[in-house]
């Protein structure tokens, strides 16, 4: 299962999954990092996360 974690949380969940055998990626991993709004990101992860975790 592949996870996008937004901003409002911090990084540890994202690693905390990818170490347990998930893609999960921060939104400070994107190429604006934490500055990415939700209408601004890349269709590509948008579309390729099955799940977005936010508070």
């Known amino acids: 299962m592949k996870f ?3 901003a409002q949380l ?6 905390y999954l990818s170490n ?3 893609h999960a990626i921060h939104t400070l991993d994107l190429p604006n990092k934490n ?5 601004n ?3 590509q992860h948008k579309d ?3 799940l ?3 508070p």
Request: hydrophobic share 25%; aromatic share 4%.
């Open 4 to 6: 996008l974690v937004d």
């Open 10 to 15: 911090p990084k540890r969940p994202s690693l």
């Open 48 to 50: 390729d996360y099955n």
């Open 41 to 43: 990101q890349p269709a």
């Open 35 to 39: 500055l990415t709004s939700d209408a």
């Open 20 to 22: 347990h055998g998930h």
């Open 52 to 54: 977005k975790i936010s």
